[in-house]
């Protein structure tokens, strides 16, 4: 397991769950938008990583204090020890929360199956016929919608959520999303930030692939008509 960052301590990255955060390397998407870029640039078995071994004694030290475990990205269903890691925090009887792009549906319906995660959170980015553009290897688009369909009929607690930025959203983009979701639990719309670190640090030069907060509501309603319930976050 490839971890290039750990988060002692988080009380907004699991709903009602006081949390560790643990970021994985490498992503098999290029997001011009991402927050993370050295997480996203780097390998997934690259040779810089903390020592898992150090993050499971920090929470066995921190037993009755923390209740669950965050694992984001990256990509972390790129990672092949993946299922391992999440066993070991599952035995020491903790919750897992996994951040996924979707790209690997079968590695998620592994998870469900077995009952190793309690909560999904999976970006959708934009409409399938723009994944190309984001995506690095020649992936099958088809998988986004599998990860969909396997997350909405076996994950105990989920959400989907985008993060709101031209010319990857607009409203004609968010009404196809919308129907592809139809009656899911909980659809999350992200502001995407200006003064950020991005993996292309051009993206943000111009002004106009930003929402303003009344543009944000107008997208809001726009899903509000297939989804059970819409945040902005």
Do not use: W
């Not at 923390?66 to 903790?94: A, S, W, Y």
């Amino acid at each position: 397991m490839h971890i290039g960052g750990f988060q002692k301590n988080s009380l907004i990255d699991f709903p009602g769950t006081v949390a560790c955060v643990v970021f994985t390397t490498g992503c098999n998407f290029f997001c011009p938008y991402c927050h993370n870029p050295d997480l996203a640039s780097g390998s997934v078995t690259g040779s810089k990583s903390l020592d898992a071994q150090e993050i499971f004694s920090f929470l066995a030290s921190r037993k009755n204090l923390v209740d669950g475990v965050v694992i984001t990205g990256g990509e972390p269903c790129l990672q092949p020890d993946l299922i391992n890691f999440i066993l070991r925090i599952k035995h020491m009887g903790l919750a897992v929360k996994l951040d996924s792009n979707g790209s690997r549906p079968g590695v998620l319906a592994h998870l469900l199956d077995r009952s190793l995660v309690d909560y999904v959170a999976m970006d959708i980015k934009t409409d399938f016929n723009l994944y190309p553009d984001i995506m690095k290897t020649s992936l099958r688009v088809d998988a986004i919608q599998e990860s969909m369909d396997v997350i909405m009929a076996n994950a105990p607690a989920y959400e989907f959520r985008t993060t709101c930025v031209r010319p990857f959203i607009t409203e004609e983009i968010m009404e196809k999303i919308c129907r592809r979701i139809k009656g899911a639990q909980q659809y999350v719309l992200q502001k995407c930030s200006k003064n950020v670190q991005m993996l292309d640090p051009h993206f943000s030069r111009q002004a106009d692939r930003f929402f303003s907060d009344l543009e944000i509501q107008e997208l809001k309603a726009i899903a509000q008509k297939t989804v059970k319930k819409v945040v902005i976050r």
